[in-house]
């Protein structure tokens, strides 16, 4: 697989590309997740993010599922996150999702990484999104990758120890 692409951004030049998942990149995963700041944004996130052990086993149950795929995304050959989607049982389709580190915000990492995405590795469709409806940024992504907002729901959200309104997208 070859999801090598050139990207520019208003902070410059940067080679995004997508790989398979390495055991080596969960310590920076979970390093980018405990951002307070980030996990408020992604509102639907681990009970307890500073929980090295449960994030571990949470992330070898995400990588034994044979119904998920999911990509590492590198800029300049430097982990930056992940995409991934997996199957919800409550939909026709699955559903995709992805997490950057913050200090790659702002940059159009997350758009042209799911593109990516999309484009090279989960072709399926329906596929389905969800953000935090104050998530803009996310909801902005989903947009720009051509999803549209079909529902709304509400969940706990761990990350603020409340219930938070979200948004459920589509891409057909």
Known sequence: MNNMESARSNSGSYVLSLRAVAASDL?????QQLDAEANHMAAFTAKDPTNKDAFMEHWSRILQNKSGTIRTILIDGQVAGHVFSY?????????????????????????????????????????????????????????K??????????????ARNAETEEFLLRLE
């Open 27 to 31: 310590p920076v995963f979970f390093e």
């Open 87 to 143: 199957r919800d049982e409550e939909l026709e389709g699955p559903e995709v999702s992805y997490w950057i580190g913050m200090s790659y915000w702002g940059r159009g990492v997350a758009t042209r990484a799911l593109a990516a995405f999309l484009l090279d590795v989960v072709k399926q469709r329906p596929l389905y999104g969800r953000a935090a409806k104050d998530n803009i940024g996310s909801l902005r992504v989903l947009e």
């Open 145 to 158: 990758n051509g999803f549209t907002r079909i529902g709304e729901g509400k969940g706990f959200a761990n």
